[in-house]
């Protein structure tokens, strides 16, 4: 689902920085819609062309500026998120966009640690405190069921079939529960998709 969502960004003009993130074949970047260059940071590359930060510590970086800055599935994994958050602002460009996921209802992942889970509400209070502007905050996937199949999908995605037909049965469940309550998505969220801007 969050593919879905990364291939509707367009990022066709100007520098990207990856931010948490290195390159490799299952990065979520691979899927964006542009033909600029892809450039990372994070603190553990051995790559020399990547940007080498602690995303901890507030880092100045003033020589490296971006016109488009992206943080996702890094949040979680960030115990002083708000330096990450200013991190990110100080190295986008005035008037850049920045754009970012984090998951709400998934399974503990290190990468070495997972720390936080944040609601829609929490996102934008921390967005507006690190200056961003035009805040939006949208749910990726949502759903009693989809949930549900979050959970159990360790197991069944050892079966791509099963697991393929259990996620459209459980997309249809959460279709027929949207008809009577909308919000049902909002309540249940898989996850986040964050945007804005310098």
Known sequence: MQIIEIRKLNLHNGSILDVGSKKSSSNITNHLNTNEKINY??????????????LEEVNELNNKIFKNVLLFNVLEHVFNFKNCLKNCYLILDKGGFFCGSTPFFFRIHGSPNDYFRYTEQSLVKALEKTGFKNIKVEVICGGIFICFFSSISILTMRIPLLSNILLIFCQTLDGIIFIFSKSIKKIYPLGYLFQGNK
């Open 41 to 54: 940071a994070d603190k553990f590359t051995k790559d020399p062309n990547d940007l080498m930060i602690d």
